[in-house]
């Protein structure tokens, strides 16, 4: 049984900056991967940004050089830091985790995702 909750969204300028939130419910030292993924308006569900139990991450190519993800183990946490944003990035961004037993949901840059929040909404006016 794991739960994700999201927080940090909102509305942002093109250029400005968000930093988006997600706590997990288990102990965020039994997962092996965790990730922020988004689907914008009329368009494909995709990932954004991927981390795993080691440290090791991976970007979109959309996001790359402008997002960064990060944990905070103590606190069960997951971050996703958003600079220079456009409007294209407009989107609803879910965190998700490939911990608990539900069936696997999305594979994604070698990571089996399991469980999902219920997603924060990011807007960006030009």
């Known amino acids: 049984q794991v739960q994700l909750v999201e927080s940090g969204g909102g509305s942002v300028q093109a250029g400005g900056s968000l930093t988006l939130s997600c706590v997990v419910s288990g102990d965020i030292t039994s997962r092996y991967c965790m990730g922020w993924f988004r689907q914008p308006p009329g368009k494909q569900h995709e990932g954004v940004a991927q981390?795993?139990?080691?440290?090791?991450?991976y970007y979109g190519d959309s996001v790359k050089g402008r997002f960064s993800i990060s944990q905070d183990n103590a606190k069960s946490t997951l971050f996703l830091q958003m600079d220079n944003l456009e409007p294209e990035d407009t989107a609803m961004y879910h965190c998700?985790?490939?911990?608990?037993?539900?069936?696997?949901?999305?594979?994604?840059?070698?990571?089996?995702?399991?469980?999902w929040g219920q997603g924060t909404q990011v807007t960006v006016s030009s």
């Open positions: 981390i795993t139990r080691g440290g090791t991450t």
């Open positions: 998700a985790t490939d911990l608990g037993g539900s069936p696997v949901r999305h594979i994604w840059a070698g990571c089996l995702y399991r469980n």
